[in-house]
């Protein structure tokens, strides 16, 4: 088996995803009613915005279809429980310090 870690991360995907899509990102901002102490409920709900955030931005047409199916099986493979704990600490640690 080889490892797929990426900079401390489960994979290349995962780092990535939370490089480009929740850098800065503040939970709280976004989901006042999820349960920031839940990392599989707040993964789930990071999943559907990285979603929302990747296909609704406009694309050809023509292309749209291979660019979305990329873009999914890519997505499929984002540990998201692993950067909703991530955040969780972060937000945690940040209401520690203020």
């Not at 490089?19 to 349960?35: I, Q």
């Not at 990392?39 to 291979?66: M, P, T, W």
Request: one cysteine or more; glycine letters at 4%.
């Amino acid at each position: 088996m080889t490892d797929k870690t990426y900079n401390g991360w489960t994979n290349y995907e995962t780092w990535r995803v939370n490089l480009e899509v929740f850098d800065g990102f503040d939970p709280t901002e976004y989901y006042s009613a999820c349960d920031l102490t839940d990392a599989y409920e707040l993964g789930q709900s990071l999943k559907q915005y990285a979603e929302e955030v990747i296909f609704e931005c406009g694309h050809d047409e023509r292309h749209s279809n291979l660019m979305q199916d990329y873009a999914r099986a890519f997505l499929e493979n984002v540990n998201w429980f692993e950067i909703a704990k991530n955040l969780i600490t972060e937000y945690s640690e940040n209401e520690v310090t203020e």
